[in-house]
Every structure is written in C-alpha cells, then in structure tokens.
C-alpha cells in the first residue's frame, strides 16, 4: 500500500510540475547567446543575417499562451528580423517549424521541461524583454511558430506562417 501511495505521489508531483512550474522550470532568463550561428537548411528556411533584413514583424506572446499577430506572411526569398516580446509574467518562446516537428520537439518538452536548447530558428524570452530572432524564408510553404514550453503549445500558443512564391 505504501508503495501505491508512493507512485501515485510521484505521479501527482510530474504532472504538477509539468503543467505548472514549468516556467520555473526552463528558467526565466533569455537563452541568447553571442556564439556564431549555425546556418542549416531548414524546412522552413535558414538562419539569417541581421544586415540583410529587409523589415521587422513584431509578435507578442502573453500568458494567456497566444500571439499576437498568431499569423504573418513573407515572400520566398526574405529575410525577416522577428521582434519576439514577452508581455507575460513568465518566460514563453517562438520557434519555427513543420506541424511535425513542433510536435516531436513539444513531446520531448514534456518529457524533459528543463532541456536547455537553442537553435537560430528559437528565442526564448523571459518575462517583460524581447529578443530578435533572424530568419531567411527560403522554402515557399505554410508552417507554424510556436510556444513548446510545457503546456503552452498544448493550450493552444501557435500561430501560422505563410511563404509565398
């Protein structure tokens, strides 16, 4: 019996804290950092070079675990500098991606919630800054950004992205 009691307090404590502490978790400060960007063809796109911008698109994340705009378009071709601001009181993050890997790399989020990861395509911000995430939309398509910290993506902090032609 002790033993059952023990599981299920086990249980009880992962779930907690994955579906609350997780901001805690991951940690509340920005994961930037000042190494030279590894430039790998994506899906989506490859990292870009901040001088080669031609605009900004601002997207605001809030702890009602949405963005705003939740949708945004370029053309094939562009680099765009993604002005990323955390007007919540918790850190969130954007990544970009396929349907299928926002969903495999938001799994192992809820398998690991404290992983530490940084790639081009992500920025995580902590709570009340911004960061700027550089990205060359080179593949025409539709995909998806989103928040993966555990339990944002699953309540719903996704948005769309258009490449177009």
Known sequence: MKRKIAIWRTVAACALFAFTGT?????????ASN?????????WGIAGEAARSTRTI??????????????????????????VENKGRIMHEVVLGTPATLQQHADMMLKFPG???SEPYM??????????LVWNFNRAGQFEFA???AGHFQAGMRGIFTVTE
Do not use: W, Y
């Open 23 to 31: 901001a805690v978790a991951h940690g509340n400060e920005s994961h």
């Open 35 to 43: 190494a030279p960007v590894a430039k790998e063809q994506k899906d």
């Open 58 to 83: 601002t997207l605001r994340m809030t702890d009602d675990m949405r963005f705003t705009p939740d949708r945004f378009s370029v053309k094939k071709g562009e680099t765009v500098t993604l002005r």
């Open 115 to 117: 992983m530490e990861h």
């Open 123 to 132: 920025t995580h911000v902590a709570p009340d800054k911004a960061e700027d």
């Open 147 to 149: 928040c993966l910290i």
